[in-house]
């Protein structure tokens, strides 16, 4: 299984960005896929997650009338739209995938699966 994390970069303040996470090696049908970010110096945090199987997303109070996820199923894709960026959301982002679950995790231990991580750099 591998996650493939993509699309971060410089973005002053107020920007946006998108990042793309690629997923292969097993059928991803009934997964839950989420987006975490980790700041140097803190933890890992949730960001946001969406099912693969009805599209239905969920978000951290960091990420709610900013962000937005969404997947394509047809490109074994996960998408994180980020808008009006601030200089808070700068860290690594990170895919992973769980296995399916009765409620949208949002707990690091409850994936699986993890992708490299991608710098996002807001300067204000």
């Known amino acids: 299984v591998q996650l493939q994390a993509s699309g971060g970069g410089l973005v002053q303040a107020g920007g946006s960005l998108r990042l793309s996470c690629v997923a292969s090696g097993r059928t991803f049908s009934g997964y839950q896929m989420g987006w975490f970010r980790q700041a140097p110096g803190k933890e890992r945090d949730f960001v946001a997650a969406i099912r693969w199987s009805d599209d239905s997303p969920y978000y951290g109070d960091a990420a709610k009338g900013r962000f937005t996820i969404s997947r394509d199923i047809t490109k074994n894709t996960v998408y994180l739209q980020m808008n009006n960026l601030k200089s808070e959301d700068t860290a690594v982002y990170y895919c992973?995938?769980?296995?399916?679950?009765?409620?949208?995790?949002?707990?690091?231990?409850?994936?699986?699966?993890w992708g490299q991580g991608t710098q996002v750099t807001v300067s204000s």
């Open positions: 992973a995938a769980a296995t399916p679950l009765d409620r949208i995790a949002v707990a690091t231990t409850a994936y699986d699966y």
